[in-house]
């Protein structure tokens, strides 16, 4: 007699997480097998996935996920995790060869929740393409975790040739942001407040390897970064210590959906402040500027794409904005959190 | 949107610029004090600065209530919380000032101290309702703009028999500080008034003040085009040789200001004899206390604690510069021990104050 299954019966998609599924036990295996196997394909079998091998140095990453709320317009917790990890490697001009995947969950969320979140993950990798090769599963407490906990690590191999680096920025290079900046930041901001136009705001999550392909098939890139947590702000802020330089940005060049940028008044929150999650700013020679302004428009990922600055030459780093009314101003690292303001 | 962006207009900017260059004779240099933090935040915020004449300087003034409690106020707060075993209520601007021995109502939270941050004084009050066994105090604090709300909490609490309530009232009063302002010698040609404060009070508030001292006040908006086009008021009025109370804020500001707010105002709350302030010193007739009837709900009653003065860090220059006599970069320690990651004075913490502003917004104007 041969088995189909070491277990009597399927898992009950209607039942939660409970502390067994992440004991080692036969309830944990089941939930490997009958959940995240089923949408997870690439998972490789043993205690380590392997990888052909590669010419090319290798880029690796890490990045973990804690948003709330886990669905929201334009994406959810597994495609930002993805997303996060596949342009954290392409921002070094890594092409994805692998991701894993770690998963905190808390007990007492709901199984079909996880399996949701399954096939996002599945359904995000397999956009980029990339596989996910293996992946680990602990579960805690009701009460001491947040519902889900996740970790996705990547590996990536770099071309032969490609070299993106803030020690490469110039003064007077150009500054490209590849679209609207503050969608994913302001569209979460306006959920957990409650505001009524939540339904005109959507987050920006997307894989950006295609596009950071196409950029680098034209030369002139200096370097690229992903303006995430933080947003353009803290972006610009770090490569101007990081390349030693300072930056002038046109405020009326930067690209802001209109509700984002009300959403922003309404919160007292700078959209510039915010997290992006499928933008980049790539800071390129001057004399490549327009060319790479054109490739970018003419990717889907990068229609609204726009030139918003220059490297400017500053022992002290600032990076100042041209206001829309003509004066200066600093744009600084956000300090702390947005607090409300009481006069 | 539009409602917004129609304040910001460059090329209206420019024009009134242009407007404000004409109106200010080639001979004269006009010193003009924007009183309200909020005014100071926009005009860095923006960078107005550039694009205003050399004729025209504006002063920061006090009108940020986190600036001008001095620190043995937030002293006591922090005694509420640690040692009388109260959940102490607090905007978040307070959270990170420095009090006496190194202390802030954030590090007296991480010793235990069961201190809260909240949107407003009903969120207290929500607090109280929600753990009536303990003692809930609300850190109550600003100009007339937030004393209607707090007035509004403890005329609840007492409605509905809530015991467990009280206030450490700290709200202050504009005048005597404007007041304070020219007699601590400051010069001063004319004033952008407060435009929250006069959505509770009125411009009538403010008609004592520029007759006496003979100075323009303009009541302005939020937006750069409500600031540029109140600056160029104030100097239209000193070329004129006039000094009126002006409202440039026309669409949120009346003459007469919330009737019903004042009223409630002044059932709840009554004149403190006098009031320390930070930078401007003790002043008579300054700030509020609550009336004798809600004696019950005021935490200095409530909790008999006292009032001591505390002298300010000695490199710390937050004195001179909420009285205008200094500007940020003028203190020793701007930007140098004191940033707003290290704070030294309640102007680098608020956002309302000047120290923070000019961090956020101004700093590469300063020489290396």
Known sequence: MTAASPFSRRLDLTGTVELFHGGGGRAMAQLIAELFRKHLRDVQDGDAALLPPVSGRLAVTTDASVVAPRWFPGGDMGSLAINGTVNDLAMRGARPLALTVSMVLEEGLPLQELERLAQSLAASAAAVPVPVVAGDTKVVERGKGDGVFLSVAGVGVVPDGVTLEASAIRPGDRVLVSGTLGDHGMTLMSLREGLG?????????????????SLLAVSGVRCLRDPTRGGLAATVNELAWAGACGFLLDETAIPIRP????????????????????????????????????????HPKGRDAALIGTVTDDPRHFVQLKTELGGTRILDWLMGEQLPRIC | MKYVSEFRRGDTARTLAAAIDAAVPADRHW?????????????????????????????????????????GRLDQAIDLALTRNAILCSFGDMIRVPASHRTSLMSAKARGADIRVVYGPQEALKIARAEPEREVVFFAIGFETTAPTTALAVKEAAQTGIGNFSILCNHVLTPAALTAILEGGVAIDGFVGPGHVSTITGTRLFEPFAALARKPVVVAGFEPLDLLQAILMVVRQLADGRAEVENQYARAVSRDGNAVAQALMAEVFTLRPEFDWRGLGTMPDSALTLADRYACFDAERRF??????????KACACADIVRGLKKPQDCKVFGTACTPQTPIGACMVSPEGSCAAYYAYGRHREPA
């Open chain 1, 197 to 213: 136009f939540a339904g005109d705001l959507q987050s920006d999550c997307q894989p950006l390897v295609d596009l950071v392909a």
């Open chain 1, 259 to 298: 509700t984002v940028h009300a959403a922003g008044e309404l919160l007292g929150i700078d959209p510039l402040t915010v997290a992006n999650e499928g933008k980049l700013v790539a800071i390129v020679a001057p004399d490549a500027a327009d060319r790479l302004l054109t490739v970018a428009r003419a």
């Open chain 2, 31 to 71: 010193r003009i004090m924007e009183f309200c933090g909020g005014h100071t935040h926009s005009i860095c915020r923006f960078g107005l600065t550039d694009l205003l004449p050399e004729r025209v300087e504006l002063v920061h003034g006090p009108g940020c209530p986190v600036c001008v409690l001095p620190i």
């Open chain 2, 304 to 313: 008999n604690i006292g009032y001591a003065s505390v002298a300010d860090h």
